[in-house]
């Protein structure tokens, strides 16, 4: 049986790294891009673009399964794959809480048209790579 990370190892991960991979799916097939998180607790967040295929996938299957933290310094160089749901905001006021500096290249600032906030409500948390080795289970649920 696996063992289960705390709370704050996750948090750990997700305040030192910022870039990770998401996937969604389309036509039965899984599509991965990396994506800038930010985060509030354990509930994920990023921006995008309405014209992307990601919108038209999340509008179809709203699961996605996410990467982040992987450093490619070996055992001990804990990452986390995250499953959540992901739904799609045009909602001015998230979108500006959003806003930094690191989203001018893609959009003209907040009132950007073409502006979304994904926010990413995570169902299961796997910590891996640790000193261990054994991977470990966490589900935000059961806090």
């Not at 049986?1 to 870039?19: S, W, Y």
């Amino acid at each position: 049986m696996a063992n289960t990370p705390t709370k704050e190892t996750i948090i750990t991960i997700l305040n030192q790294h910022q870039i990770g991979t998401m996937a969604t799916v389309a036509q039965n097939k899984p599509h991965s891009r990396y994506m800038t998180f930010f985060h509030d607790q354990l509930t994920l967040y990023t921006a995008t673009s309405k014209e992307t295929h990601k919108v038209d996938d999340l509008e179809h299957n709203p699961y996605v399964h996410i990467i982040i933290g992987y450093t490619f310094d070996g055992l001990g160089d804990e990452y986390i794959e995250i499953e959540g749901s992901c739904a799609i905001h045009d909602d001015q006021a998230m979108k500006e809480k959003l806003w930094n500096d690191q989203l001018k290249p893609w959009f003209d600032g907040p009132h950007d048209p073409n502006y979304l906030v994904l926010k990413i409500t995570p169902s299961l948390f796997t910590l891996k790579n640790s000193q261990g080795g054994q991977e470990q289970l966490y589900q935000p649920e059961n806090d």
